[in-house]
């Protein structure tokens, strides 16, 4: 990565501050903590914290809906407890509703989304930039790079879009199809939104107006050696690409720095991997030496920044065909995000602070 | 002059109906009512002839008819009273041969409907989410009525090749529920226990009895303005339930029980002759199926009056309390709300669901 820091600083720095909207967070320390280091290291807070503070009414709109526990108060514990009861009365008797793909809404939001947000907030402190890059409404295809033995790199993001756009808008992920496979895995999954990455499901989604999010690199990514990690591998055939080119949705390029530390993979178990049906078996300095122990991901620092959109409507219907517009599209949101990890990782100032 | 309708597969509640409800239409001026064995349920003013349709009469019987329209309802997964699985395929796949040599010979056979089922797509972790007409299944069904109904579909194909003046319509039908459906999923429903496999949660769909009759009668008779009603259609109610919103729905605990043992029991079942529960019984209630209805909309015009939910909870209201109901689930959750002194306790419970 010597060549990363050749790489200037530049501007959109002053979004970070954005990105932290504690209205919706719940535990004021955690607030704070974040909002101070985003005034250590940005040159220019204020921008930042303004931006936050524009933010706010959209979120207070918003508020009242779901049985958000939100205050702490005497009033809000009684509230609390009613919108619980009434939430467990609706699941006991099958009462709610999921769509097409299986996507249960209000089990994502009040029970799925609150017990990842604690890893989220606290164990790896995720940063987020640029979630203004995505659009408030209508079909969008986030492209991530993928990494960390375990795809917690995608829970994290659906956390990230969840409780950070001020439309509360909703990440489907698209998952390999070994997710869908595995017992629980596949339901939980299903659960969440997630659906199997094929052009199908991806085209339905992304025509339901639906935020779409994709890791091409698959289990090249996320399988790969430690020794070459922030090193983006082949974005599959650029399947996304030309499913984006089909529904007119712009590319939004994801880069996410921190998650390829949290399982350092130093070696590979290529025959157990064979007999177990799994792409690879990873070894770390802890797994599996220390039993379930060493499945404790390293608490490193996060930074999700979504970047600029790439927009594909401009192009004719049959583009979507064109296999050399193809992979030059593919390149260019490669460059992108590799781009923006090298940057991410300059500015970057411990792994684990 | 009036249309001539043969039906076949009468001797079924479902055909039966359908018998009785296509002759208040004003076009049809006769219909005539085949099965092998005499229906329990009378048939209005339809002509019932007693015939096999695996057996060559039936072309003397269409030719002596001069039926314009055949509907061929015949093809079934359970077995009419006592009949094995062999009989049940020979039906479904020799039986559609004779039926199709038969119309093939004759000269006045304008339109032809077949009732097929969703079963062809098969159920697999690889597929994609929603299967529309065009999907080509990843895992082609290996035995059974899924077979079956992939076998009389590729026959049906081949007639349509041989006799492009014939309007043929496959209606490629969901779980059918009803009040007087006899499917394997009604009786799987109707156990005191639902055993269910564990870590799936299959999506299911449904169609009620009344949409089918109606689908039916579309199908058969000349396309209204705007509409095409030949081709392969895909029929199903709005929406998506979940297996276990099923059981909650009805009432019914589920008992999660291993896939291995569940393959391994419905063997056991089937190997005894208490019930066929045959594997792609099993891989629906483990993967699930749903499927777009886009083209029935669309080309087809049929709007379905019930959807998934309410086909469910019509079919739920004609099966009885189980043994958890939801009334008195809610009912207790109520009670608790309704105690004076509310503790902080209850939100794990909230958590935990």
Sequence with gaps: MADAKVIPFDDDRSRGGAVQRPSRRRSAGSRRKSGESALVREVQPLPGRSFAQDDVPVTREEEPTPAKPQDDDGGGLERRIASGLAFLRRRLTGDYDVDDFGYDEELTDQVLMSLLRPVYENYFRVEVKGVENIPSEGGALIVANHSGTLPLDGLMMQVAVHDHHPAGRHLRLLAADLVFVLPVVNELARKLGHTLACAEDAERLLGQGELVGVMPEGFKGIGKP?????????????????????????????????????????????????????????LTPTFPWLGPLGAIPLPTKWTIQFGEPIPTDGYPPEAAEDPMLMFNLTDQVREQIQHTLYKLLVQRRSVFF | MGKVVLVTGVARPLGGRFVRRIQRDPQVDRVIAVDAVPPEHHLGGADFIQADIRQPTIARVLAESGADTVVHMDVTGTALGSGSRTTVKETNVIGTMQLLGACQKSPTVKRLVVKSSTNVYGSAPRDPAVFTETTPPKSLPSGGFAKDAVEVEGYVRGFARRRPDVAVCVLRFANILGPSADTPLASYFSLPVLPTVFGYDPRLQFVHEDDVIEVLRIASHEPERGTLNSGTFNIAGDGVLLLSQCSRRLGRPTVPLLLPAVTWAGSLVRTLGM??????????????????????????????????AETFAEFARGRGPGLLPPEALAGAVDRIAALPVLGGGHLPTQSAN
């Design chain 1, 226 to 282: 430690f020794g070459e990690r922030y090193k983006l591998q082949r974005f599959g055939r650029g399947g996304f690409v030309s499913t984006a080119l089909r529904k007119g949705t712009p590319i939004i390029p994801c880069s996410i720095v921190g998650a390829e530390e949290i399982y350092p993979m130093i070696g590979n178990a290529k025959t157990l991997a064979r007999l177990l049906g799994f792409p690879y078996f990873p």
């Design chain 2, 275 to 308: 019930s066929d529960f045959s594997p792609e019984q099993i891989r629906l209630l483990t993967h699930g199926r749903v499927v777009s209805t886009d083209q029935m909309r669309e080309t087809l015009g049929f709007k379905p009056k019930y959807t998934t």
